[in-house]
């Protein structure tokens, strides 16, 4: 069986939003001109074809941002740990994503708060422990990386394939659960 996930990637500008990307799809930070951003992995002994959506602000594309919204099964959210301004942000953004997506604040979207910019770790406002309370409160996951570096790069990617196969096998047993027979 092979599995396929579309990740929608967000965050304000400049906090590593493509260069992530870019590391785990083609270990570079140099830019690629592909159409798509995918790539083959084997998670937990799944094959599983990860395929990125690199969400840019609004602006004067409303309508296309709130299209990849909608066609992103799962999310990370990205923020610098060096700028608080982005960590901010986040609320905005996941605001955002549960109108587009029409749900409300219970887990049932996928996603997983990324703090990049470890390299900089000297440079940081936003403590690992604020990160990790934000997304507990809102049942996101939570990690920390570096682009520049590629520490933990992969592993967000993983962690992100892991929690959405967690949620879409509960909202499956869920939905079963709810089914009666005559």
Known sequence: MIEELHVGIWGKTSVGKT?????????TLAPQYE???RRSIIVDQVLCVVTALDIDEP?????????????????LLLYSIT??????????L???????RDVDDD????VLLVGNK???NSERVISTQEGKEYA?????????????????????????VRRYRTKNTQAHSIKSDKCTFM
């Open 136 to 160: 507990k409160e809102r049942k996101m996951g939570f990690m920390e990386c570096s682009a520049l570096t590629t520490e933990n790069i992969d592993q967000v990617f993983f962690e992100l």
């Open 107 to 110: 887990g049932q979207v996928s």
């Open 94 to 100: 996941w605001e955002e994503i549960l109108r587009v």
């Open 118 to 120: 470890l390299d900089l």
């Open 59 to 75: 602006g004067e594309y409303i309508a296309m941002t709130h299209q990849a919204l909608r066609s992103a099964q799962c999310f």
């Open 35 to 37: 159409d798509a951003l």
């Open 83 to 92: 700028d608080r301004d982005s960590f901010e942000e986040i609320d905005r």
């Open 19 to 27: 260069s992530c990307a870019h590391q785990f799809f083609y270990y």
